[in-house]
């Protein structure tokens, strides 16, 4: 049974990184995928992953998200998990970016439909699938269990275990468990 939030945000960040590490140890998950814009959550969860033996890959947004060439990521927060033996993932988002263009040009796209039923179950949810299929195309993880780790704007209040494959295989991920997130 998973933890339910009252309210979504970054004050469940503590608990739900509690609840990720634990749930992977305990169910021998090898790999955690946590979502990071700033470093901010990605530097909390560093005290987690020192004390496990998983493999952390942080997923940051891609360049040019918010300002055309701009990296929002800390590049000393970068640097620290790096030298900590934590994977950071800068890569293309799979339920965003060719959208945003398509619907920029001609009014409409598939993916933001898709982002839009995945967001009726959460934010969180939505950006876990996508973390999945983001790592599986980079060849981070192959195609077997993982467990997110994303939030409503801010800091961590989801966290999934989910079936991970790439994004051609998109309808093939399945989202096994919600571990927490927000009512």
Do not use: W
């Not at 900590?84 to 060719?98: A, C, D, P, W, Y």
């Not at 439909?113 to 939505?126: C, D, P, T």
Request: hydrophobic content about 40%; aromatic content about 6%; charged content about 20%.
């Amino acid at each position: 049974m998973g933890m339910y939030f009252d309210k979504p945000g970054p004050d469940n960040t503590e608990n739900t990184l509690r609840i990720a590490f634990t749930e992977a140890k305990k169910r021998k998950i090898e790999n955690i995928l946590l979502a990071s814009t700033t470093g901010e959550t990605a530097g909390k969860a560093l005290e987690y992953y020192q004390k496990s033996n998983v493999r952390l890959i942080v997923v940051t947004h891609n360049y040019g998200f918010v300002k055309p060439g701009e990296q929002q990521f800390s590049p000393a927060v970068h640097q620290e998990l790096v030298k900590e033996g934590v994977i950071v993932h800068t890569g293309t988002m799979v339920l965003r970016n060719q959208g945003t263009a398509i619907r920029k040009k001609f009014g409409y796209s598939q993916e933001e439909l898709i982002n839009a039923v995945l967001r009726m179950i959460g934010q969180g949810v939505k950006v876990g699938i996508e973390m999945a299929a983001m790592a599986c195309d980079a060849g981070l993880v192959p195609p077997q269990d993982v467990i997110t780790i994303a939030g409503t704007s801010r800091g961590a209040d989801t966290a999934l275990v989910v079936a991970a494959n790439s994004s051609n295989r998109f309808f093939d991920i399945r989202v096994r468990e919600i571990l927490a997130k927000p009512r």
